[in-house]
């Protein structure tokens, strides 16, 4: 089945510059790839996602990249604001129609 | 209006008891689903109901159960709770998978389960 690799675990950036978060995925078959952010005690909310045939895509400070030959896609948040501190998970779908969660990387935005 | 709501928002019982979480979406969606986040946040796919119909069911205890009244509810029932069962429990919804695939999930507020 699928599996979703999520680094790191934990990263703390400065106020102001970039954060990249790296996921890789098994299942050579999954085409959609959300992110999503989940601040403490909140709901996971989709910020940006990307499907197989787009190997880019941006929204504002956020900007998400996806490699379909190496299996692995990443998130890019520059400019960084304190509202940004979050836990952010990437996810992928798989042939049987689910979406799998990686293990979430806790940012953390420091001033 | 909220679009994918939960009840309760908490729920501390003891091991053994059997107890229930609401879920409701009034987004006009066709799947609904319930996802555990463990204390470590990880969070993992129990069950997924399209148009009131099972589709995907993880390798969960079958102390779970969920039941779908209609297309717009999703509850979740546990039996027989134990300690390891305490987590928070999200209830999401998308749109049907169309020809482009997967949709965007809307989570629920979650439920803080604490068995004791």
């Known amino acids: 089945g699928e599996n979703v690799e999520q680094h790191p675990s934990t990263l703390s950036v400065q106020e102001g510059d970039s954060a990249v978060i790296k996921c890789t995925y098994s299942?050579?078959?999954?085409?959609?790839f959300p992110w999503y952010k989940q601040e403490l005690g909140k709901r996971p909310q989709l910020i940006i996602d990307?499907?197989?045939?787009?190997g880019e895509k941006k929204d504002q400070r956020i900007a998400v990249t996806l490699n379909k030959t190496a299996k692995h896609f990443s998130l890019h948040i520059t400019e960084t604001q304190p509202e940004d501190s979050a836990v952010y998970f990437c996810?992928?779908?798989?042939?049987?129609?689910?979406?799998?969660f990686g293990k979430g990387t806790r940012l953390h935005i420091l001033p | 209006d909220t679009a994918v709501s939960q009840t309760p928002k908490y729920l501390v019982t003891q091991m053994g008891n059997d107890k229930s979480i609401k879920c409701e979406q009034n987004l006009g969606h066709d799947t609904m689903y319930w996802y555990k986040q463990d204390s470590k946040k990880f969070l993992k796919i129990m069950f997924s109901y399209n148009n009131k119909e099972l589709i995907i069911n993880e390798t969960v205890p079958n102390r779970f159960s969920p039941k779908s009244p209609d297309k717009a509810h999703l509850n979740l029932h546990i039996n027989s709770l134990e300690l390891g069962d305490s987590a928070v429990y999200f209830c999401a919804s998308s749109q049907e998978l169309g020809l482009a695939g997967h949709n965007e999930q809307f989570f629920g507020p979650g439920t803080r389960l604490t068995v004791l």
């Open positions: 996810a992928a779908s798989t042939e049987d129609d689910k979406i799998i």
């Open positions: 990307i499907r197989s045939n787009v």
């Open positions: 299942d050579s078959a999954s085409n959609y």
